[in-house]
């Protein structure tokens, strides 16, 4: 974190940082559940443009924040009824897995090569964008899809969408909605179950790989008191709403949600640079 983030965050206090988070992730939680971006895709660049905590730190909230709520989001998704292929979701989940696992190794790696942890985050900035970019036109284009079916192609999307959830700290954000509908030809609120799943299994094997390797020391654990709450309440909230909207109605949650999470990224580029 650089001298400028240490003093705008000594002006923060813990409690107030916490509060601030709280409300950040129970929204992007609840719209992240409806539109199976997971919530990280909002949380990543709203809590860097807030500037209170590191790259590192950051990522680390986003994904406990994502991950309890794609806990949350199956389980409530399951017990109302909604049936899942749970053999399609081990296959994306074995795929997700090793992708997590690459991701976060990808992102340690970055940190200790790149001089700056500030070029860290221009670099999952670019990659985000570029990746909702893609996923804003793939989701205007009618009937364009392959119908894949098959183990290799579900571990292979999973993999794919673990590495770039763990690498971004987003959870996968839209390239997952928008990549199971390209290959798999789901519906939308099909593709957003499976989007939640995926992002459980990724988020999870983060979580583990932080555990053995660097540890939880280099993080403040007392602000979990803030996030995690959040995203149990968002999970809820955003399960609750899927239930209740169309399918038309997701799809411009998803597109709105893109528009708006581009500009945050973009702005906190142009932050950088200068």
């Known amino acids: 974190m ?18 601030l988070y709280f409300l950040i992730i129970v929204v992007a939680n609840a719209v992240g559940s409806v539109s199976g971006m997971g919530g990280g895709v909002i949380i990543k660049p709203v809590l860097d443009f807030v500037g209170h905590d590191s790259v590192v730190a950051i990522s680390f909230y986003s994904t406990v924040a994502v ?10 998704q399951v017990q109302a009824g909604r049936k899942i292929q749970w053999q399609q979701v081990a296959y994306l989940a074995l795929g997700s897995v090793l ?44 009937n364009l899809h392959w119908s894949k079916q098959g183990a290799l192609w579900y571990s292979a999307v999973g993999l794919s969408l673990g590495f770039f959830a763990s690498l971004l700290g987003i959870g996968g954000g839209p390239i997952n909605v928008s990549l199971l509908m390209l290959v798999f030809a789901m519906p939308i609120k099909e593709a957003t179950v499976y989007s939640i799943a995926t992002i459980f299994c990724s988020q999870l094997t983060k979580l583990v790989t932080i555990a053995w390797g660097t540890g939880f020391a280099r993080y403040d654990l007392s602000i979990l008191v803030y996030i ?10 955003g399960a609750r709403m899927s239930r209740l909207l169309s399918d038309q109605a997701v799809r411009r949650v998803f597109q709105w949600v893109v528009l708006l999470v581009i500009g945050i990224n973009l702005y906190n580029a142009y932050q950088i640079w200068h």
Do not use: C, H, W
């Not at 650089?2 to 509060?19: E, H, K, L, N, Q």
């Not at 995690?228 to 909230?237: E, M, R, T």
């Open 2 to 19: 650089t001298r400028s983030d240490d003093v705008r965050g000594a002006r923060i206090s813990v409690s107030g940082i916490g509060v």
């Open 67 to 76: 991950f309890t709520m794609s806990l949350v989001s199956t389980i409530r």
């Open 99 to 142: 992708g997590g696992y690459l991701g976060n190794q990808t992102f340690e790696f970055l940190l200790k090569r790149v001089a700056q942890a500030s070029q860290v985050t221009l670099i999952q900035i670019v990659v985000t964008v570029a990746l909702l970019v893609f996923a804003m036109i793939y989701t205007r284009i009618e």
């Open 228 to 237: 995690v709450p959040a995203a149990i309440i968002g999970g809820l909230l």
